[in-house]
Nanobody, 118 residues
Framework: AQLVESGGGLVQPGGSPRLSCAAS????????MRWYRQAPGKARELVAG????????NYAVSVKGRFTISTDNAKNTVYLQMNTLKPEDTAVYYC????????????WGQGTQVTVSS
């Protein structure tokens, strides 16, 4: 199983990049997909989550209204559209997949750095 993130980089404040996470090696529709982030010196935090049907949406308070999570089941890909970025959004963003059935299968991507700076 593999999760590969892309779309990070250096972004100006107010920018609107989109992160992508391509999944392979497992049944995408059976997993709840999440984006986490970890800023330097801070704990990893949940940013957003979504089921394969597009429901069960969940957002951190700090990003609600600015970030949108979505999936493309045909491409086994989950996206994180980030709008109105702030310097405090600077972090490594990780894609996560957790099995929605019985069992504890969980996968992580390698992370993609997002730096918000002018």
């Amino acid at each position: 199983a593999q999760l590969v993130e892309s779309g990070g980089g250096l972004v100006q404040p107010g920018g609107s990049p989109r992160l992508s996470c391509a999944a392979s090696g497992f049944t995408f529709s059976s997993y709840y997909m999440r984006w986490y982030r970890q800023a330097p010196g801070k704990a990893r935090e949940l940013v957003a989550g979504i089921s394969s049907t597009g429901g069960s949406l969940n957002y951190a308070v700090s990003v609600k209204g600015r970030f949108t999570i979505s999936t493309d089941n045909a491409k086994n890909t989950v996206y994180l559209q980030m709008n109105t970025l702030k310097p405090e959004d600077t972090a490594v963003y990780y894609c996560n997949a957790i099995y929605m059935g019985r069992g504890s299968n969980e996968y992580w991507g390698q992370g993609t750095q997002v730096t918000v700076s002018s």
